[in-house]
C-alpha cells in the first residue's frame, strides 16, 4: 500500500511542497521556492519541479502522487488551467495570463508520477474536511478563506444527497466545467460596491482585505482618538487587519464595531450557504479570519438572523483549524483519492 503523496501550493508568489501520510502528517518540513508566477510558464514549471523534487528528497521517500492545489479555473479532470489572471508573462505592454495550460500534464512528463490537481480554495476545503475540523467524517463542510479575496469550497458526502449515492468521505463539488466554488462572489448586496469580477455587492466586495482596510482607515479618520489611529501612529497606511485584531483585542470601540460590520456581511453569505448545502460544518480560515472572536461573534448573530433555523441547529460555524497549509493538505487529499481508486 502507498505511503506517502506530495501536496503542493502554488501561489502567485510562492510554490510549497511536502510530502504526507494517509492521515495528513507531514514527514517532513514543507519546501518553498517562489513561484515567479509572471515570468512564463516554463519558468514556473520549472520552479515547481525545483520544489516537489526538494521535498520528495528531504523525505527520503518516493509518493504514490502528486497532489497539486493551484489559483484559477482549473479542469480537474484533464488537469489544465482554463485560466489564472496571476500567471502569465509580459509581452510589449500586454499581461497574457494562462490560459488552457496544461500543467498536470508537463509535470508528469519531467517527473514520471501521476499528478492531479484543483482549484486552491476548493482543495482547501477537502484538506480541512479530512486533517481538520471535519475529521473525514462530518456530514458536510462548507469553507471560506478569508484573504486578499475570498475563495471558498463545497465539500459533499453521500448524507447530503438522496438516491444512489455509493462513495465513501468527502467529494468536491467543482461544477460542469470546475469552475464551482465561487463563494466570495455570491451577492448579499445588488447594489453594493462593484466587484473585481465585475459584479455589484459580492460579499469579497465587502470583507477582502483591501476592504476591511479601506474600512478601518475611514473609521479612524472619524475616531482619530481611538486605539486604533494610536497604534498606526497616525497614519492611515500603516492600518492591516493584524493592527484591527490588536486594538479590537485590547477593547477599542472602533475595531470592535469594525469586525461587527464585516461578521455582519459574512453572516449574511454563511446563511446562504447554510441554506443552499444544508452542511454540518462551515469553516472559516484564511488569514482575516485569526481575528476569532469579534469577527466570528458578529457572523454567528446574522446566520442567526438569516439561516433556517431547523438548518443552523445542524451546523456548526468554527474557524478552520489548517490555515497555514491548507493547500498543501487539500492536494494531498486530492493524491489519496487518487491513489485509493486505483
Not at 195 to 222: H, N, P, Q, T
Request: contains cysteine; proline residues 5%.
Amino acid at each position: 500500500m502507498a505511503a506517502a503523496v506530495i501536496g503542493v501550493d502554488l501561489g502567485g508568489t510562492n510554490v510549497r511542497a511536502a510530502m504526507l501520510n494517509r492521515a495528513g502528517n507531514l514527514l517532513a518540513p514543507p519546501v518553498q521556492h517562489p513561484s515567479r508566477a509572471q515570468e512564463g510558464f516554463q519558468t514556473t514549471l520549472e520552479q515547481i519541479l525545483k520544489t516537489i523534487r526538494e521535498a520528495i528528497d528531504t523525505a527520503g521517500e518516493m509518493p504514490a502522487a502528486i497532489g497539486m492545489a493551484v489559483p484559477g479555473h482549473i479542469d480537474s479532470s484533464r488537469g489544465v488551467v482554463r485560466w489564472a489572471p496571476n500567471f502569465g508573462e509580459q509581452r510589449g505592454e500586454i499581461f497574457e495570463v494562462w490560459r488552457d495550460v496544461p500543467l498536470a500534464d508537463a509535470i508528469r512528463a519531467e517527473l514520471h508520477l501521476p499528478v492531479v490537481m484543483g482549484n486552491d480554495a476548493n482543495l482547501a476545503a477537502l484538506g480541512e474536511y479530512y486533517y481538520g475540523v471535519g475529521r473525514g467524517q462530518a456530514r458536510g463542510l462548507v469553507m471560506l478563506t478569508l484573504g486578499t479575496g475570498i475563495g471558498g469550497g463545497v465539500v459533499l458526502t453521500r448524507h447530503q444527497v438522496q438516491g444512489n449515492a455509493q462513495w465513501n468521505g468527502g467529494v468536491l463539488l467543482v461544477g460542469a466545467s470546475g469552475g464551482a466554488g465561487e463563494l466570495g462572489h455570491t451577492i448579499i448586496n445588488f447594489a453594493g460596491p462593484r466587484c473585481g469580477c465585475g459584479a455589484r455587492g459580492c460579499v469579497e466586495s465587502y470583507a477582502k482585505r483591501d476592504a476591511i482596510v479601506e474600512l478601518a482607515r475611514e473609521a479612524v479618520r472619524r475616531a482619530p482618538n481611538s486605539l486604533l489611529h494610536a497604534l498606526s501612529g497616525g497614519d492611515p497606511a500603516n492600518i492591516t487587519p493584524a493592527l484591527v485584531s490588536q486594538a479590537a483585542a485590547q477593547g477599542d470601540p472602533t475595531a470592535l464595531a469594525l469586525w461587527r460590520e464585516v461578521g455582519a456581511y459574512l453572516g449574511i453569505a454563511v446563511a446562504n450557504f447554510i441554506n443552499i448545502f444544508n452542511p454540518e460544518i462551515v469553516a472559516i480560515g484564511g488569514q482575516i479570519a485569526k481575528a476569532g472572536a469579534p469577527l466570528f461573534e458578529a457572523i454567528h448573530q446574522a446566520v442567526r438572523d438569516y439561516a433556517l433555523p431547523t438548518l443552523l441547529q445542524d451546523c456548526q460555524i468554527v474557524p478552520a483549524e489548517r490555515i497555514e497549509d491548507a493547500g498543501i493538505l487539500g492536494g494531498a487529499a486530492l493524491a489519496w483519492q487518487y491513489v485509493e481508486a486505483r
